[in-house]
């Protein structure tokens, strides 16, 4: 599975690169509202992140997508069980490669949808708090590994060249802390973006 | 240390129910300490917070009468197994506290065996009373019964768990409505509410008994409702308790086993029915 994740993203690198001296090109800065979802009984809270995004358009309705996203610190709530109180959080950074499809009507307006693979690094801290007597603190782990991205948007053009989005981003890491814990797990990430987009 | 467990009849597994004080206040566990309970081939961590502060309870598959013995182990990342990230990974272990060690010997009496009533029983007035006969064991264990209330005036419930101690395990005992049902009208009752590890010992057999359809805190004291002016619901959980064994380091508290029968009883008060 991650090889042929490694081949594919290879492929898509390389296609990004061997057609950039072609037509069209489009930079896109998106600000996000993120809610994690690691599958449990999780309940974190809305989250901020930051993506920059390149499209190269081979085809008026086909284009590569590289991107690099960047999330805040994400809270879990404060739990208690039997051992004490604490907190898990989860920061993450992911590139993101794939494909762009768009639809431009007469209008100024046009539809698109985002597809692709990612290479993510996601970091993981828990704080714990036991009772006056016994000291908590917090420690902080991390992991990297591959997942997918898949998005649905809408953008509107402001002139020629600039247009503002809004967008739906789904994007999933698979298979967290795999290799060094018994108790690995998936993180879903979904987000409602705004942003702007320059082509030249 | 407080622990009891319980082997109801007509349940497979043993209830098990403890609770640490220290200088007469219940204290949590903490830092991945918990208690286990185990048998010679079965054993669990009591992992399930109980109904007040330093409580906790589980069920432990029994093979007949065999002991159960309680400690207080650190198991730091098995007492996380509920959190959803990787506890084996990421975990802040502050070490073993003062208590892990603590152990005591639980050992179950004969089981009760009730002659009557066997059929659920229908009341009328707060005044009667319930006779109850069963087969005494004669081997030194004493006898209670634990009742949980559950009381509906059509508008409003009332649901709540009482404690009675029977007097002698001699097969015969008068149990007095009066002391189950209580008049919310003239003024506060005088029941004795149950409390301590009996709570959660209860609240876990009827969790059991109901296959989790149960509210969590269905035996906490709620009277919104009058009993006495109520159409109310009565499990009396007929128990024969065996005082367990501390080891030599440890005997402060009360550790007990118990096995249990229960006996239903329906209280429909003549006033519902008056005009």
């Known amino acids: 599975m991650t090889s042929a994740i490694r081949t594919i993203i290879t ?3 390389c296609l990004q690169t061997q057609t950039v001296s072609a037509d069209k090109m489009q930079l896109d800065i998106n600000y996000l509202l993120t809610r994690f979802d690691a599958g449990g009984n999780d309940e974190f809270s809305s989250n901020k992140a930051i993506a920059l995004r390149h499209n190269y358009f081979f085809k008026d309705w086909l284009a590569t997508d590289l991107g690099l996203l960047a999330t805040d610190q994400a809270y879990d709530e404060t739990r ?5 109180y604490y907190r898990a959080a989860l920061q993450s950074q992911a590139l993101m490669l ?3 499809l768009r639809h431009r009507a007469e209008s100024p307006y046009e539809a698109y949808g985002r597809l692709g693979l990612q290479y993510w690094r996601t970091e993981l801290e828990v704080e714990e708090y036991f009772n006056e007597s016994i000291p908590g603190g917090s420690t902080t782990v991390d992991d990297s590994g591959y997942g997918y991205y898949f998005a649905i948007g809408g953008a509107h053009y402001i002139t020629d060249r600039l247009t503002i989005q809004l967008e739906y981003l789904h994007m999933m890491q698979l298979d967290l802390f795999e290799d060094s814990s018994s108790q690995p797990f998936d993180l879903g990430i979904n987000a409602l973006s705004v942003g702007l987009g320059y082509q030249f | 240390m407080y622990a009891e467990a319980n082997l109801h009849d007509t349940v497979e597994d043993a209830q098990v129910a403890a609770a640490v004080f220290i200088d007469g206040k219940p204290v949590n566990l903490a830092g991945g300490d918990v208690f286990e309970a185990s048998t010679g081939t079965e054993s669990t961590l009591l992992l399930n917070k109980g109904y007040y502060e330093g409580s906790y309870s589980s069920t432990l598959p029994t093979t007949g009468l065999s002991d159960i013995f309680m400690e207080v182990v650190h198991a730091p990342i098995e007492a996380r197994e509920d959190r959803w990230y990787p506890v084996d990974l990421v975990n802040i272990d502050p070490g073993p506290g003062e208590l892990v060690g603590t152990s005591a010997t639980i050992s179950f009496p004969p089981d009760v065996i009730v002659i009557s009533p066997t059929e659920p029983v229908t009341l009328f007035s707060i005044n009667d009373t319930i006779e109850l006969t069963w087969v005494p064991a004669g081997m030194g264990d004493r ?5 949980s209330v559950e009381c509906s005036d059509g508008l409003s419930f009332s649901r709540y768990g009482v404690s009675s101690e029977i007097n002698d ?8 409505l009066s002391d189950i049902i209580f008049d919310s009208s003239a003024g506060s009752p005088l029941l004795d509410f149950i409390s301590g590890t009996a709570l959660v010992l209860l609240q876990d057999l009827l969790n059991e008994l109901s296959a989790g359809n149960i509210d969590p805190d269905f035996v906490f004291k709620k009277t ?9 619901d009565i499990r009396i959980f007929v128990q024969r308790l065996r005082e367990g064994v501390f080891d030599d380091a440890f005997d402060s508290g009360s550790v007990t086993g118990g096995r249990s029968t229960e006996i239903q009883v329906k209280y429909s008060p003549a006033v519902l029915f008056s005009n």
């Not at chain 1, 208690?80 to 004490?84: L, S």
């Open chain 1, 11 to 13: 492929v898509l690198l």
């Open chain 1, 80 to 84: 208690q069980d039997v051992v004490g």
């Open chain 1, 98 to 100: 794939g494909m762009k």
């Open chain 2, 143 to 147: 006898m209670r019964a634990l009742v």
């Open chain 2, 169 to 176: 395990d001699d097969g015969y005992e008068v149990l007095n």
């Open chain 2, 224 to 232: 919104e409702a009058n009993p006495a002016e109520s159409n109310c």
